[in-house]
């Protein structure tokens, strides 16, 4: 069960640092400066990452029999930038503190 919240844990901090990259930082470079490299890298790095996400989230959520909306919620917040972070932290509090994984 360990092991499933913490690849969890470091897929959705990968997820969020990329998301908030692509968006605050690329996408800006793109529009503003007209410098596209930066958004052909993040982009599909985002992408491929969020897919690895899913797969742990996923797997946590069968390992620690999470509820349906707990569920839903982390399937979507891969795709707003920022809420990942808060999500992390609901789940920790709610599911895995009382194991007493760090």
Not at 4 to 13: D, E, I, K
């Amino acid at each position: 069960m360990e092991k499933a919240y913490t690849w969890y844990h470091r897929l959705s901090l990968a997820v969020g640092t990329t998301l908030m990259i692509f968006v605050f930082v690329a996408i800006p470079l793109r529009y503003f400066a007209h410098i596209h490299w930066p958004d052909m890298i993040i982009a599909p790095l985002h992408g491929y990452l969020y897919l690895g996400y899913l797969a742990a989230a996923m797997n946590f959520c069968f390992k620690f029999k999470v509820k349906l909306l707990d569920a839903v919620l982390l399937v979507l917040v891969g795709l707003v930038p920022g809420l990942v972070f808060v999500m992390d932290r609901r789940i920790f509090r709610h599911y895995v503190s009382e194991l007493g994984i760090q």
